[in-house]
């Protein structure tokens, strides 16, 4: 597929502390991508802002469809839509005097502008919030606005600093079912502090980790490389060693341990459970309990000691 | 791009309506009261046997048109930069930042002419000067030069001040310096020589010196004139590269 977005050994040092290392990949065009990084989030956060062109990087380079993100900046401005984690319209203009206001500046065909503007307007539920001044307005309802704001100007790249933040669960909702029914149109970049919202909405997913990108991949391909899909639990009334000894080399099992009467395994598919039950006759079993693993227990059992989770 | 910045302007005029036109009404007949009628009775003897009228019209004038405009470069330029609004989804724009620098600076001086507009109205009613029309389109072109400044050093303190208390007091300061140490209301021969002098030669002073001097005996310094007019260019030049940078920072 084609890049969207290249990083070329960018880093960037935020008062003398790096928060991106040497970041080299790229995204592919209309792709979902999200992020997810460390307690202390500066590394995310000046991420998308080197992507929305609000920073660049101090070494290193970024390509946008191709173009150098220093040079040809004017060209790339044209086709990033950026919503940043607060609210960043004019407090003393009605919300949509600001986003006329921005949207004059950009190279954008009138017609579709209003055209796209009455859409999502309606899509978002925002058309008795846009004649509102933007100061008497809620963050929640500013957050759906800015996020009309870039949409209506139809962008090719769309990167989100939390998209939902301060939303109702109604707004929430709503938002992101508009953001899922535009995957594959564009490519989408965001962070979130939803795990269960990036579970459900990605093509990829990135794990930042000391300004680094630790894992990459989709949360089903992650989940494989590392811990595994689900995670069994089985309860003896008698569990002795020369059986766990036994069970310990079917294949496809991962991570089995032993704690006592108890045998825990992890396996990326249910199956392998029917073959570990052909080696208990004769064994009392008194409880089974089958997990689903979830993007919070991989980074539970990657990072549960650096703060990740 | 510079109609986007116009409807802006007129948008927030009308959003604030009743607000802008009470004041551009009271600001005028307050500073009639507080600086005009004191000084009158102050002022025994006036220099140059000019009218007190007269002489204090272009100033107070000037006064009133500044007191207009400092909001409009607070809010734009201060109070929106400390609270990231606005600019940093104005930095993400195509348009160079310098170009909306300088097309915001024109945008104020539109607005602050039809004030000053306005306020001459107010003031040739209150005052009375007895000017011909001649006079007034003479003192038109200073009064711009003299605002033009202005709105440059506001521009100036407004980027490279990030403390609200700080600037507050900033404001102050240069308030005080348009009043009494730009000849606006006093003249430079009531500070003691050196003091004067040295307000005398500052821009503001050589705009209000040349302008009372084109209005009262009918010479136009122009080597004064252009060397202001430079001033504000290279002003505005450098407040366009200073803005540049507090929106990539």
Do not use: C
Not at chain 1, 15 to 41: C, K, P, W, Y
Not at chain 1, 195 to 223: A, C, P, T, Y
Not at chain 2, 212 to 237: E, H, K, P
Request: charged share 20%; glycine share 4%.
């Amino acid at each position: 597929m084609e890049a969207s977005i290249t990083f070329k050994k960018v880093s960037q040092l935020i008062d003398g502390h790096t928060v991106l290392a040497g970041l080299s990949f790229g995204i592919e065009r209309n792709s979902t991508v999200a992020i997810i990084g460390d307690n202390d989030d500066s590394g995310l956060t000046e991420f998308l802002r080197i992507i929305a062109g609000l920073s660049d990087p101090n070494y290193g380079a970024l390509y946008i469809h191709g173009l150098d993100s220093i040079k040809r900046r004017s060209e790339i401005r044209n086709l990033i839509g950026y919503v940043p984690f607060e609210n960043d319209m004019d407090p003393w203009l009605t919300a949509e005097q600001n986003i006329n206001f921005i949207n004059s500046f950009y190279n954008v065909d009138n017609k579709k502008l209003i055209e796209k503007y009455k859409f999502y307007t309606d899509a978002l539920e925002l058309n008795e919030k846009v004649n509102i001044e933007v100061r008497r307005l809620s963050p929640g309802a500013l957050k759906k606005l800015t996020l009309l704001r870039e949409l209506s100007r139809d962008p090719k790249i769309l990167v989100l600093d939390n998209p939902t933040a301060f939303m109702n669960a109604k707004d929430s909702s709503l938002t992101w079912d508009l953001l899922r029914s535009l995957r594959n149109e564009l490519t989408m970049i965001y962070s979130s502090s939803s795990l269960e919202k990036i579970e459900k909405f990605h093509d990829r997913i990135l794990v930042f980790h000391n300004g680094k990108i630790d894992l990459d991949n989709n949360l089903g391909n992650m989940l494989k490389n590392w811990i595994g899909h689900y995670q069994f639990t089985i309860q003896f009334d008698k569990f002795l060693t020369p059986l766990f000894n036994k069970i310990e080399k079917i294949n496809d099992i991962i991570l089995p341990t032993k704690k006592e009467n108890t045998l825990i395994f992890n396996a990326n598919d249910r199956s392998v459970l029917l073959r570990v039950m052909t080696l208990l006759t004769g064994v009392t079993i008194t409880d089974i309990n089958i997990k689903r693993f979830h993007l919070r227990d991989l980074l539970a059992a990657r990072y549960i000691r650096e703060g990740i989770v | 791009m510079i109609s986007a910045l116009l409807i802006r302007r007129f948008w927030i005029i009308k959003n604030r309506l009743f607000t802008t036109l009470g004041l551009l009404l009271i600001l005028p007949i307050f500073l009639n009261v507080v600086i005009n009628l004191p000084f009158k009775r102050l002022v025994v003897n006036p220099l140059w046997n000019i009218p007190h009228e007269q002489w204090i019209y272009p100033g107070l004038t000037i006064i009133a048109v500044i007191m207009m405009m400092i909001p409009s470069v607070y809010r734009d330029l201060f109070d929106l930069r400390i609270h990231k609004k606005l600019l940093p989804s104005l930095a993400l724009t195509p348009m160079s930042k310098s170009l909306y620098l300088y097309y915001f600076l024109i945008t104020v001086l539109i607005e602050t002419i039809v004030y000053t507009a306005l306020v001459m109205a107010v003031y040739s009613v209150l005052i009375a000067p007895g000017f011909s029309l001649l006079d007034y389109l003479i003192m038109f072109p200073f009064f711009i030069l003299f605002i033009a400044l202005s709105a440059n050093i506001l521009i100036t303190l407004s980027l490279v001040v990030d403390k609200t208390t700080l600037y507050n007091l900033l404001m102050l300061i240069f308030f005080l310096f348009i009043v009494f140490a730009s000849g606006t209301v006093i003249e430079f021969e009531y500070f003691p020589e050196i003091i004067g002098n040295i307000f005398r030669y500052l821009p503001t002073g050589q705009i209000m010196q040349s302008l009372r001097m084109a209005m009262f005996s009918g010479v136009v310094n122009w080597l004064i004139f252009f060397s202001a007019l430079v001033t504000i260019i290279l002003w505005t030049y450098l407040n366009g590269l200073l803005f540049k940078k507090r929106l990539t920072k």
